[in-house]
Nanobody, 120 residues
């Protein structure tokens, strides 16, 4: 069994900051890419940022320069530092990871999501 658990969501005023965490647990051999996606009400889920096991990152244009993705491979944890938050950043944020378990093919896992609300 593998689980991804997000934490760190909440409510913040425009211009504020939040830091999301995503911890992977279970029988994990290795983790390839990890990422954050978000889904706002009435909209499709969209990519926010991804990071490879080697640390290469990719960001949606809408968050470049404001959000930073990082990971701690020893802790099987990914982070999303969100600065200069805008009301348009309001969404449920989901963690994603491509995980390899012993003797099994790689598989994509999702967390249950954490709510981020940006409002004055």
């Amino acid at each position: 069994q593998v689980q991804l658990v997000e934490s760190g969501g909440g409510s913040v005023q425009p211009g504020g900051s939040l830091r999301l965490s995503c911890a992977a647990s279970g029988s994990i051999f290795s983790i390839n890419a990890m990422g954050w996606y978000r889904q706002a009400p009435g909209k499709e889920r969209e990519l926010v940022a991804t990071i490879t096991s080697g640390g290469s990152t990719n960001y949606a244009d809408s968050v470049k320069g404001r959000f930073t993705i990082s990971r701690d491979n020893a802790k099987n944890t990914a982070y999303l530092q969100m600065n200069s938050l805008k009301p348009d950043d309001t969404a449920v944020y989901y963690c994603n990871a491509v995980i390899i378990r012993a003797s099994l093919p790689r598989y994509e896992y999702w967390g249950k999501g954490t709510q981020v609300i940006v409002s004055s």
